[in-house]
């Protein structure tokens, strides 16, 4: 899935709504920052987690925020203005042209399920960290993220088109063994799973029910069909028996 336009406006949403900030929460307390450290968000996106590890290393730290689409980077420019210690590159999470042994830590909210060759991108950032150095890293069990309310048969067209959207359906089962074989120890998980039962208008659910309509139409869905289930689901929230549920899992560990 591309992040830009109304995909990359939905996710930024998505990362203000309060389990955005509840990620961005575990993920800071996993990495135990210190002023004057030098942090790595891969895929930073609209640069919501930049700028607080840019609050907490202060000016005399750096925060890079990597991503590969412009028009989030855009985004995070205007968020972290005013803030020296934060630089935001355009790049690619498999090949991060960064000196190696860098960072003090590496951060990476749900991006990892996106990339194709993950393993290269689990070893850039082993290579960018001094040892010690610790990685926080949050993907989803998307077999398990799934929004209840609408037709049974028409839900199910939609899931079978949405795991298309990322590369990796269940990648936090996979990290551990991924993470020991590029040299990382200490390894544990976390789960943080959450339901929505209402899509209020700041609902991870509301903004994550726009973008799966709009990737189900981007591959084939007839508009008409997304445009039903999505009243479905709105008429579900009215009658009370809409529901979304999510679990996403960090995974931290330390560079031997
Ligand atoms: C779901 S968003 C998460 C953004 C941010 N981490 C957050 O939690 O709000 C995924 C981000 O990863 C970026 N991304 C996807 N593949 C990437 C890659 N191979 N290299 C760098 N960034 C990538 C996308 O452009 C997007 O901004």
């Given at each position: ?8 406006l ?25 002023t ?22 202060g ?29 935001l590159?355009?790049?690619?999470a ?9 960072f ?21 950032m ?43 359906q ?54 008409e ?28 560990a330390?560079?031997?």
């Amino acid at each position: 899935m591309e992040f830009g336009g109304d995909t990359g406006l939905w996710q930024r949403k998505i990362a203000e709504s309060k389990e955005g900030v509840a990620r961005r929460l575990v993920t800071i307390e996993a990495l135990t920052l210190l002023t004057g450290q030098s942090i790595l968000d891969v895929g930073c996106g609209g640069g919501h987690l930049v700028k607080e590890i840019g609050l907490a290393v202060g000016e005399t730290g750096k925060v890079v925020g990597v991503d590969s689409s412009p028009e989030q980077l855009e985004s995070a420019t205007l968020l972290c203005e005013g803030f020296p210690q934060i630089e935001l590159v355009n790049g690619s999470a498999t090949d991060l042209s960064i000196g190696s042994g860098s960072f003090d830590s590496v951060a990476s909210i749900q991006v990892l399920d996106y990339v194709p060759d993950v393993d290269t991108a689990i070893g850039e950032m082993r290579r960018v960290l001094r040892p010690g150095g610790k990685v926080a890293l949050i993907s989803v069990l998307w077999d398990h993220w799934r929004f209840h309310g609408a037709d049974p048969i028409l839900n199910e067209r939609i899931f079978e088109v949405w795991r298309d959207h990322c590369k990796h359906q269940m990648l936090p089962l996979e990290m551990p063994m991924k993470l020991s074989k590029v040299g990382f120890q200490g390894i544990v998980q976390k789960p943080i799973g959450f339901i929505n039962s209402h899509m209020h208008s700041n609902a991870f659910a509301y903004f994550a029910s726009k973008l799966v309509a709009a990737f189900a139409v981007s591959k084939g869905i007839a508009q008409e069909d997304a445009l039903l289930w999505l009243r479905q689901l709105a008429d579900a929230d009215k009658s009370g028996d809409f529901g979304f549920v999510s679990m996403p899992v960090l995974t931290s560990a330390v560079a031997s």
